[in-house]
Structures are given as structure tokens and as C-alpha cells.
């Protein structure tokens, strides 16, 4: 595999969902200390068990805000999302724009910035939609196949099972079939976000992976790191079981996703259509 498609795999995998370490063969439990060494009860586990435990705590989440990124594309999410497919939050691509996002049911606004309208449309045509839309949410349902494919990233249940790797269960219980052994170790404790949490570290085939985990109460997933032929990308998962806003905006502040197809038609087909 060339280094582009291993970078393109990790970085793909990494926004995506990734299998958390789970179903990698445990090289020994740690070695019991005098003290915890700051890890609190992750003190006599092993770096498996923690990831283990993490991978559970992960899947059975009803809700969570997943924030994503990589160095292989300008796209970035900030959605908290739950288990019955509603979110609420933001898609950014880099010089594309960012769109707010809201999902309710089958029931989908989304607001462009002006960078999204004039990526889309050129010229002048797209300066007077970023003006005329800057403060307006467009409005469909899952039915409209831009309104699906854009808030398909607010699958909670995908996502989990994502992380769920080939041959476990859904519950998060790891298979110990047998596989190649692939060493998991523990770094030292460290803080993110105001939070204690011990990285676990995993390296196989040229990638490194570290998941950090909350040390203090539920051991929940909070950060995972990805590097791969210099290559980066973070996932970051927080405010686990806090529940999607039900808030939609209001009538006033919308209107017909058709506004946007039917700008984009008239793009194609005005003058200099089919430059790119």
C-alpha cells in the first residue's frame, strides 16, 4: 500500500469511526504499584481492559458531541448527536464554508455561511444568496438527497458500530478469537479539557493510535489521535447521555430547501456553465 492510500485510510477511518483498539491481543497486565501513579482505578488494568472498557462505555451512549478533524482534508464536525438520529451542530469545509446543522426526526435546516454560497455559486450570483440567505436556515426533510447526504455524519448508532471491530458483538464485548497480537500500552496520565485521562497507546503497521480515557467516574473514550505517514487526525467525544436540543428554528427563520436547487440549476445552466 503506497503511503497516500495508508494516510488516505487513516484519516478516512479516523472521521468515520475507528474500532478503539478493540480486538487487540492483550500483551500482559500491567504490573501492580505501590500507588496508583495518578491513574485512580485504571491503576491495576491493563491498557486492554481500559480500552475495553472505554469501547463499552462508547457504545452505550445514547448521545455524545463528536468533534473530528484531520491534516488530509479541510473538513471538520461539531455535532452532538444521539442514538435516534438527531443532532445539532456544525459542518465546516475549510474554504468550501460551514453550515449549521439541526436535525429532528426526518426533518433537516441547514445554514450556509457566505463562503459555502459563494463556493457554490459564482460570481455576483453568489454574493446576492450569502446576502439575501445570511441569516436563514433552508429547510427539508431526509426525503431531499442533499438534506440526507449532508446530515448523514448525525448517525450516533453508525458511528458505534463503527467502532464496534469485526467479530464483537454490539455491546461492545470484545471477541478473543484468535488475531495477531498487537501491543496496547499505557502512557503517562495527562489532563484534556479540564479532564484526568490516561492515554493508551497502540502501533501497528507504520500507524500510532492513542486513546485517551477519563480516569476519574466512568471511564468514557474523550480523545483519539491518529498518525500515519505524518498524517494527523483527532476525534474528540464528550458530553456523553446530555441530550440533543430539541429547539428547531423558527418559521420566520427559514425557508424552502428549494431556494438552493434552484439556484445551483440556474448556475448550470447560466452563462459559463460547465467551467470549472
Known sequence: MTSRRRAATATTALTCGVALFAGAACTGAAAAAASDGGEGDLANKSAQQISDDALHQL???????????TSADPTKLDL??????????????????????????????????????????PGKAGDDAAEEYKDTFLHGTTKDAFLRGLSAACDLKAFQKSAVAPGESPSGAPSRSPSP????????????????????????????????????GKHYPLKLTAE??????????????TPVSVKTPAPGQTADISVLEERLRGSESGPGAGNT
Open 228 to 241: 500515519v505517514d505524518h498524517q494527523t487526525g483527532t476525534i474528540l467525544m464528550s458530553n456523553y447521555d
Open 59 to 69: 457504545v452505550a451512549a445514547k448521545s455524545l458531541r463528536l468533534r473530528t478533524q
Open 80 to 121: 452532538t448527536l444521539d442514538r435516534a438520529g438527531n443532532c445539532t451542530g456544525a459542518i465546516s469545509k475549510g474554504e468550501l464554508g460551514r453550515v449549521e446543522l439541526v436535525k429532528h426526526g426526518n426533518e433537516v435546516w441547514m445554514k450556509p455561511d457566505a463562503a459555502f454560497w459563494k463556493s457554490q455559486l
Open 181 to 216: 497480537s498487537v501491543a496496547l500500552v499505557k502512557g503517562r496520565p495527562t489532563t484534556h479539557e479540564g479532564a484526568r485521562v490516561l492515554p493508551v497507546i497502540k502501533k501497528a503497521q507504520g500507524a500510532v493510535q492513542t486513546l485517551y480515557v477519563a480516569i476519574d
